[in-house]
């Protein structure tokens, strides 16, 4: 089992990206391909699913949206396929918080997922996420969005390297991060 791959993007398709790491191209299946950029290196958080026909690989980009899945896919008649177009489309806080406030509607927006599914996946999860909610943390990025909108940057730019801050260095650190990655 892997608990995460390192390496460089190389391709990017609709449904999947392919990680080279030491001259071995992997196909990952991900929620949202196009989030990666291609020829950046990445840690890509990886499930592998094994089926007597079937052999594949799951990736997420941070480990809050693999455990997540790996939650989901517990769920009788929900599997990997199924769970990849909700964490395409749905955050991991808003699908947690549709599961322990018992919002079917919000959960049923989902392809394939139906009243039924909707119904077992909170009788299979509800009170079981709270771990994973605490172990969510929002960025405080304001302060470091309100000096990059200083200098001069749009909001889509800097929303594009947001994700890549570390938000634990002080904020002089942070700027100096982001303005390296704006400026590539």
């Known amino acids: 089992m892997y608990a995460y ?8 398709n609709s449904t999947y990206i ?3 790491n030491n001259d071995i191209g992997y196909k990952i299946s991900t929620a949202n391909p196009y989030s990666f950029e291609e020829n950046q290196i990445y840690k890509v958080y990886i499930y592998q699913h094994v089926r007597e026909d079937e052999l594949s690989l799951y990736g997420f980009k941070n480990i809050e949206e693999k455990n997540l899945f790996l939650k989901l896919i517990e769920v009788k008649g929900i599997g990997p396929k199924m769970t990849l177009p909700m964490l395409a489309t749905g955050s991991v806080s808003g699908i947690i918080d549709a599961i322990e406030r018992e919002n079917i ?3 049923k927006k989902f392809p394939k997922i139906g009243d039924k599914v909707a119904k077992q996946i909170i009788l299979d999860l509800k009170g079981k996420m709270v771990a994973t909610i605490e172990n969510i943390k929002q960025p405080d990025n304001d302060e470091l969005n309100e000096v990059l909108k200083g200098l001069g940057y749009k909001n889509n730019d800097i929303n594009k390297i947001i994700s890549k801050i570390n938000f634990n260095l002080p904020i002089e650190e942070q700027v100096k991060e982001a303005l390296k990655l704006l400026l590539k």
Do not use: A, F, R, S
């Open 5 to 12: 791959i390192k390496g460089i993007i190389t391709e990017i």
């Open 18 to 20: 392919v990680l080279e």
């Open 105 to 107: 509607l919000y959960l």
